[in-house]
């Protein structure tokens, strides 16, 4: 059973634009949500995370919002670049183990 | 700082035969979590062990089976192997519950 549902399974954005990926949890345990990044072959790596306290985290051109009662929570990349181009995880966590969606492959055109 | 390494990178194994892949966690780190993650999948939560125990773990089968040493390094043993374990395995590695760092992987093929 899938506990962190996460959408689309892929987009294409045009360089310079917008990509949003969404992700919802019904565990209200969860207190803790990164967002990873991992290119092919290599493993995921960490690229931003938010606690339930706060509901916006900006780091460079990646921005997370959270909603925490609605359970829902979002990566935003802003001027989305080439280099971009990868698949982005959400993640959820609680005492026990780290839950992640099933991925978003984001392909940005130049 | 020396980030979580895992080996070997790749292994080839026969059907039925044994796998055993090897991880060190970032220094100061005390727990380590293996994920299996096959071709198109996302990441299937393996095993959980933290100050050398095992704290939880996922849906698979016995046969998957592990241990953490008192460097905190793990190992993570696959019996048996079938054709459908084929996958890339990532380990990371974090202190309390913290930021989870991943290692490159084990990209296991199974023959």
């Known amino acids: 059973q899938q506990q962190v549902k996460q959408s689309p399974q892929s987009l294409i954005v045009q360089k310079g634009g917008i990509s949003i990926i969404n992700c919802a949890y019904e565990?209200?345990?969860?207190?803790?949500f990164p967002w990873y990044q991992q290119f092919p072959g290599k493993g995921p790596a960490l690229l931003i995370a938010?606690?339930?306290?706060?509901s916006e985290k900006k780091e460079g051109r990646f921005t997370i919002s959270f909603n925490k009662s609605a359970k829902q929570f979002s990566l935003h990349i802003m001027d989305s670049q080439p280099g971009d181009s990868a698949t982005y995880f959400c993640?959820?966590?609680?005492?026990?183990?780290?839950?992640f969606g099933a991925g978003t492959t984001v392909t940005v055109r130049a | 700082e020396a980030g979580v390494t895992q080996s070997p990178t790749h292994l080839i194994k026969t059907r039925g035969q044994q796998a055993t892949l090897r991880c060190s966690p970032i220094?100061?780190?005390?727990?380590v979590y293996w994920y299996q993650q096959a071709l198109g999948l996302g990441l299937q939560f393996l095993l959980w062990?933290?100050?050398?125990?095992?704290?939880n773990r996922g849906n698979f089968p016995p046969r998957f089976s592990g241990r953490q040493f008192p460097n905190y390094s793990s190992e993570l043993n696959v019996n048996a192997l079938e054709l459908e374990d084929s996958a890339l395995y990532l380990c990371?590695?974090?202190?309390?519950?913290?930021?989870?760092?991943f290692g490159q992987g084990t990209r296991l093929t199974v023959v």
């Open positions: 062990y933290d100050e050398g125990e095992e704290r």
């Open positions: 938010i606690r339930p306290d706060v």
């Open positions: 565990n209200t345990a969860f207190d803790y």
């Open positions: 993640a959820a966590s609680d005492d026990y183990k780290l839950s």
């Open positions: 990371a590695s974090s202190f309390n519950r913290g930021k989870a760092f």
């Open positions: 220094s100061g780190h005390t727990s």
